[in-house]
C-alpha cells in the first residue's frame, strides 16, 4: 500500500496554483484599480496635504526637521479646529532628494492618495524636476526651498514659495553690509549647481552695485567628498571669504577650510549658514570660525531679544534655546530653513479659508487666493518676521540676520529690512492660464 | 523546437497585450506609474543586450540614458523642434555617441571595461554640471509648452495626457520587444552568445568579435538613448541626475534582478523594484533597507534573476 497523505500530485498543484493566482487576481485588481472595488471619495474627507520629503539622499539632514515641523503644525492646526472646520491629514512621502522620484511622488499625490495640495520641498532640482507634473495634473504646489526659480518665472501658475525669501533676495539685501563692514574684495566658493549658480549671479552683481569686485569664484562639484585642493585658489588680496555649501560634505568643507588657514592670516569669512546648518558649532576643529560670519534667516541661538513667537515656534516643533532638539542636545535643527514648513502651512490655511476651500475641484480658486495674498505680519503663525507676498511671482520676501560667531554660538549683528531684499519681478504667473 | 518558438512568441506578445488591457483598468495613479517603468524597461533592454547576450558589464550607462534625455530635450527648448524630430535627432546622436564610446571601451575587457565606462559616464555627467548655462545643470530645464503637443499624420498628441503617454511608451516598448525578440533568436543573437560564452573561440572560427560587440553596443546605446528621450518629452524634465551613477547601477539592477539574458527579463526587474520602492514606503520609512534585503533574498533564491532562474529550472523556452 503507498499512502504519502502530505504530498500534492501534479494536478493537485495546479489547482493551488490556479487558487493562488486567482486569489492574487482579486488582490491587485483591489489595489490597482480602486474603481472596479467601488472606493468613492466621502465628502467630509479631510484636508490632504502631500509632503513631498527629503528623508533620504543629500537633503536628509533637512528633511529630517522639516517633517518635525510639519507634523507640528499640522498637529496645532488640527487642535484649533483644522482648515474650515475640516481636519488636515499630513500624507508624507520619501523623494529621495531626487527630480525623478520627486516628479512620481507629485503623481502619487495628485491620483492615489488625491492630496490638495502638495508641499514642503526644499532641494531646487527636486522642485524644478517636479514642477511640470505638478502644472499638469493642477496639484498646487507650495515649497519651502529657497531657490530663485519660483520667482524667475521659469515654472508655472501652481507653484509657489510664500513662506520662505528666495536667495535672489537675502543676497541683495546682505551685500551692502558686506561691503561697508567686511570688504569689498570677495572670493566666492559655492556649489556647483543650480543653488550655488543663484549665489555666484546673484551676489556678485549685488557686490558690484555696492563697489566691491568678486576677485575669484571657485565652484564644488556636488560629488565633492575633499575640498583641500580647492583652497590654495584664494587669491592672496582677499578681504572675505564667501562660502556657502550644502550636502553631507559640508562639515568636512569647513573643517578643512580651518586646516588649511591654520593660524596665519586669513581673509574675513562670511559663509550662508547652509554650511553648517544641522551642525553643531562646538564641533572640535570649528574653532577657527570664532569671529567669522553667517547668514541666518532665523537665528538658531535664542537672542536676547527673542520674540515670544520665536519662544513659541521652538517649544512646538521641540527647539531648545541654543536651535537643538529638546530630546537631544547634539540633534541641531536646520533652524533658517524649517519655519517655512510652519509658515506655509498657515499660509495654506489662509487662502483655503479665504476661498472657502472644499476640495480638489476648488483648486484654481486656491491658486487665486493665494495670489491674491499681499503680505504677513509677525505673529505666532510667522514667527521668522513679517513678509510681503508678490503675487505675480508666488514669492515672499523677508527680514534675514548676520551673525557673528562668538564662544560657539551665533550672535546677530545685523538684520536686514524687507526693502532690502526687493527687486523688480521678471515674470508675472497671474498672466498663465489655469 | 517549432513549438518552444512559438509559446515563446505567444508569451512576449501575451505580455504585451496584457500591458495593454491594463490600461483600461488601472487607476490614474498605476498609469502614470507602469508609464514610467515602461520608460526604464526600454532602457533596461537596451543594456541587457550589452550586459545578458554579449556578457559586457557597463557601469555608464546612465550617459546613454541621458545623451538620448539631453539630445532630445535641448533642441526643444533652445531651438523650438517639433518633439518626433527631437526624437529621432535623439535617436541618431544616441547611436553615434554609443558608436564612438563602443570604439575606444571595447579595446578594453573584463574589469578594464567596467572602469572604462564608469569613466566615460562621469565625464557624461559632470559634463552637464559644467556646461550648466546650457544643460541647466543639476537643477535641469523644464520643457516649453509648445513641446506638450504635436501633430502627426493629422492626429494631435496631447503630451499632458496619462492615456496618451501610456499608449506612446506602450508603443515603444512593444517595438523594442520585438525587434529585440527578432536579434536574439537569429543571427546577431547567437554572435552574441557566442561571444558571451567564449570570444576566443568565436574569433577562431573567423568572426570579428569587435565588431559583433560593436555593433550590440550600439543597439544597446541606442535604445537606452531612446529611452532617455522618451523619458525626457514625455515628463517635459531634463537634468544631470539623470545621468549620474545611480542610474547606470539601477538599470544594472532592474536586469539582474528580471534575469540577464531573457527578452522580458529586464522589464519585470523594473516592474518588482519600482513597485517594490513604491509598496515598502508605504509602510515603513526604513523601505531602502526593506527593498535591499528582498533583493538579498531574491538573488539568494533566483542567482540568476527570476526569469533567469525560471528557465534554468524548468528549461522554459524563454529566449
Redesign the interface.
Known amino acids: 500500500m503507498s499512502y504519502t497523505p502530505d504530498k500534492m500530485t501534479d494536478k493537485d498543484k495546479r489547482k493551488s496554483l490556479r487558487k493562488l493566482a486567482g486569489a492574487a487576481g482579486i488582490a491587485m ?1 483591489a489595489q ?5 472595488t467601488g472606493h468613492v471619495l466621502g465628502s467630509d474627507r479631510p484636508i490632504k496635504v502631500g509632503m513631498q520629503l527629503h ?2 539622499g543629500i537633503g536628509a539632514s533637512y528633511g529630517r526637521w522639516y517633517e518635525r515641523v510639519a507634523v507640528a503644525t499640522v498637529k496645532l492646526i488640527n487642535e484649533e479646529g483644522g482648515i474650515n472646520g475640516r481636519p488636515v491629514e499630513l500624507v508624507i ?2 523623494d529621495g532628494t ?3 522620484r520627486g ?2 511622488v507629485i ?2 499625490f ?3 492618495h488625491k492630496t490638495d495640495v502638495a508641499y514642503g520641498t526644499l532641494f ?2 527636486v522642485v ?2 517636479s ?3 505638478a502644472g ?1 495634473l493642477k496639484l498646487p504646489y507650495y515649497v519651502v526651498s529657497e ?1 530663485y ?1 519660483v520667482a524667475s518665472g ?2 508655472n501658475r501652481y507653484v509657489f514659495q510664500p513662506g520662505i525669501t528666495d536667495v535672489r533676495s537675502q543676497i541683495a539685501s546682505m551685500a551692502p553690509w558686506i561691503a561697508t563692514n567686511l570688504g569689498k574684495k570677495i572670493t566666492m566658493i559655492f556649489p ?3 543653488f550655488g ?1 543663484d549665489h555666484r549671479n546673484y551676489f556678485s552683481i549685488a557686490i558690484a552695485e555696492q563697489g566691491g569686485k568678486v576677485l575669484e569664484m571657485i565652484p564644488v ?3 565633492e567628498s575633499s575640498f583641500t585642493r580647492y583652497f590654495p585658489r584664494i587669491p592672496r588680496e582677499t578681504e572675505v571669504l564667501y562660502h556657502v555649501l550644502v550636502g553631507p560634505g559640508v562639515l568636512t568643507f569647513v573643517k578643512e577650510m580651518g586646516q588649511f588657514f591654520g593660524t596665519r592670516d586669513r581673509p574675513r569669512i562670511f559663509g550662508y549658514i547652509d554650511s553648517l546648518e544641522a551642525v553643531d558649532f562646538a564641533t572640535p576643529q570649528l574653532e577657527f570660525l570664532q569671529g567669522t560670519h553667517f547668514w541666518e534667516a532665523f537665528p538658531r541661538y535664542a537672542q536676547p531679544d527673542q520674540t515670544r513667537h520665536d519662544q513659541y515656534f521652538r517649544h512646538q516643533v521641540g527647539v531648545d534655546q541654543n536651535g537643538a532638539s529638546v530630546s537631544d542636545s547634539r540633534d541641531i535643527s536646520a533652524y533658517s530653513h524649517m519655519f517655512g514648513c510652519w509658515e506655509t502651512l498657515f499660509i495654506i490655511k489662509q487662502a483655503m479659508e479665504t476661498c472657502g476651500y472644499s476640495g480638489p475641484e476648488d483648486r484654481q480658486a486656491l491658486i487665486e487666493a493665494t495670489e491674491s495674498l499681499t503680505g504677513f505680519a509677525e505673529s505666532r503663525n510667522h514667527p521668522q518676521g513679517s513678509k510681503v507676498f508678490n503675487g505675480k511671482i508666488h514669492q515672499c520676501f523677508g527680514i534675514q540676520h548676520i551673525s557673528r560667531v562668538e564662544d560657539s554660538r551665533l550672535k546677530v549683528v545685523h538684520t536686514t529690512s524687507i526693502e532690502d531684499g526687493l527687486y523688480e519681478p521678471e515674470a508675472d504667473y497671474t498672466q498663465m492660464a489655469l | 523546437m517549432e513549438n518552444s518558438r512559438k509559446s515563446s512568441l505567444v508569451l512576449h506578445i501575451g505580455v504585451l497585450a496584457l500591458l495593454f488591457l ?1 490600461s483600461f ?6 498609469q ?2 507602469i508609464t ?1 517603468i515602461m520608460v526604464l524597461a526600454i532602457f533596461a533592454l537596451g543594456y541587457n543586450i550589452l550586459f545578458g547576450y554579449v556578457g559586457l558589464l557597463s557601469l555608464g550607462h546612465a550617459m546613454f540614458f541621458a545623451c538620448g534625455l539631453y539630445a532630445a530635450g535641448l533642441p526643444v527648448y533652445y531651438l523650438g523642434w517639433e518633439v518626433p524630430s527631437a526624437f529621432l535627432f535623439a535617436i541618431v546622436i544616441s547611436a553615434f555617441s554609443a558608436t564612438l564610446i563602443g570604439a575606444i571601451a571595447l579595446r578594453t575587457q573584463g574589469v578594464a571595461f567596467m572602469i572604462v565606462t564608469l569613466m566615460f559616464s562621469q565625464v557624461a555627467y ?1 559634463a552637464t ?2 556646461f ?1 548655462d546650457i544643460t ?5 530645464l ?2 516649453p509648452e509648445h513641446a ?1 503637443s504635436f501633430a502627426i499624420l493629422g492626429m494631435q498628441v496631447d503630451l ?1 495626457s496619462p492615456q496618451t503617454r501610456y499608449y506612446i511608451t506602450l508603443g515603444l516598448l512593444s517595438a523594442s520587444v520585438l525587434i529585440v525578440y527578432r536579434w536574439v533568436n537569429g543571427g546577431p543573437g547567437r554572435e552574441w552568445v557566442a561571444v558571451r560564452e567564449n570570444e576566443l573561440r568565436t574569433r577562431m572560427l573567423g568572426y570579428n568579435t569587435f565588431l559583433i560587440k560593436l555593433k550590440a553596443m550600439v543597439i544597446s546605446g541606442t535604445l537606452s538613448g531612446g529611452a532617455g528621450a522618451t523619458y525626457g518629452l514625455l ?3 531634463i ?4 545621468a549620474s551613477i ?1 542610474y547606470s547601477i539601477d538599470v544594472l539592477l532592474f536586469t539582474l534582478l528580471g534575469g540577464a539574458g531573457t527578452v522580458l527579463g529586464p522589464i519585470l526587474g523594473s516592474f518588482i523594484m519600482f513597485y517594490m520602492i ?1 509598496f515598502f ?1 508605504g509602510y515603513t ?1 526604513a ?2 533597507l526593506a527593498t535591499g534585503v528582498v533583493l538579498i533574498l531574491l538573488i539568494v533564491y533566483f542567482p540568476l534573476g527570476v526569469l533567469g532562474t525560471l528557465r534554468k529550472k524548468w528549461r522554459l523556452w524563454l529566449p
Open positions: 485588481t490597482f484599480s480602486p474603481a472596479l528623508r533620504t512621502e520619501d531626487d527630480p525623478r516628479a512620481e503623481e502619487k495628485a491620483t492615489q531646487s532640482h524644478i524636476g514642477s511640470p507634473r499638469e531657490g526659480h521659469s515654472l556647483d549647481y543650480a549658480h562639484p556636488p560629488t | 491594463l483598468i488601472l487607476s490614474d495613479y498605476h502614470l506609474t514610467r559632470l554640471l559644467y550648466s541647466g545643470g543639476d537643477e535641469g523644464v520643457l506638450r499632458t515628463f517635459a524634465y537634468g544631470s541626475t539623470f545611480q513604491d514606503s520609512t523601505y531602502l
